[in-house]
T-cell receptor, first 112, second 113 residues
Framework: NAGVTQTPKFQVLKTGQSMTLQCAQD?????MYWYRQDPGMGLRLIYY???????DKGEVPNGYNVSRLNKREFSLRLESAAPSQTSVYFC???????????FGEGSWLTVV | AQSVTQPDIHITVSEGASLELRCNYS??????LFWYVQSPGQGLQLLLK??????LVQGIKGFEAEFKRSQSSFNLRKPSVHWSDAAEYFC???????????FGTGTRLKVLA
């Protein structure tokens, strides 16, 4: 059971570089999310996609873009990476509003 | 504004001892409540959830939690902790009718042999 799969698991970027984090889920969930986790701050929502074809900003969207490629895939793009974007990124999915969300294993991103 | 508070950043218990992790929330309507566990280098795994009904909910790995509306709390308990329970625990609340989940800042559990 793959669940939610994220790639890459680790990445080091230089300031100003761009990259895309990939996420796919095989649970036929409608909704997908991108969170970032920083020490002492819990998880903060970057963007979410309620259903295929829609995306909305979360709590901390600045510096990020997303694409809901199809029902399975939801990517997160950093156009011009900044040191403040050093974090652990989690993709997640759920069947819908206020239902259990299932997380991927995380992507550790360092921007130098 | 809605919020979730986990007042204990770190907790240390001896193996075999009982455990209670505190969670308080601020939310006007009936909340949807969750506890997740995160082992080092891993994603978050659901331990248990409360949507409605019985206020004492059972989860995986021998954990349980009790929803107390009067205290706006959803504390996680385990009667006897195992060394493998060492991890970080997150309480979360979901707002009904939205896609917004609010997470606490986590409690890191250390288990002494």
């Amino acid at each position: 059971n793959a669940g939610v799969t994220q790639t890459p698991k680790f990445q080091v970027l230089k300031t100003g570089q761009s990259m895309t984090l990939q996420c796919a889920q095989d649970m036929n969930h409608n909704s997908m999310y991108w969170y970032r986790q920083d020490p002492g701050m819990g998880l903060r929502l970057i963007y979410y996609s309620a259903s295929e074809g829609t995306t909305d900003k979360g709590e901390v969207p600045n510096g990020y873009n997303v694409s809901r490629l199809n029902k399975r895939e939801f990517s997160l793009r950093l156009e011009s990476a900044a040191p403040s974007q050093t974090s652990v990124y989690f993709c997640a999915s759920s069947t819908g509003q206020a239902n259990t969300i299932y997380f991927g294993e995380g992507s550790w991103l360092t921007v130098v | 504004a809605q919020s979730v508070t986990q007042p204990d950043i770190h907790i240390t218990v001896s193996e075999g001892a009982s455990l209670e992790l505190r969670c308080n929330y601020s939310y006007g309507a009936t909340p949807y409540l969750f506890w997740y566990v995160q082992s080092p280098g891993q994603g978050l795994q659901l331990l248990l959830k409360y949507f409605s009904g019985d206020t004492l909910v059972q989860g995986i790995k021998g954990f349980e939690a009790e929803f107390k509306r009067s205290q706006s709390s959803f504390n996680l308990r385990k009667p006897s902790v195992h060394w493998s329970d060492a991890a970080e625990y997150f309480c979360a609340v979901a707002q009904g009718g939205t896609y917004k989940y609010i997470f606490g800042t986590g409690t890191r559990l250390k288990v002494l042999a």
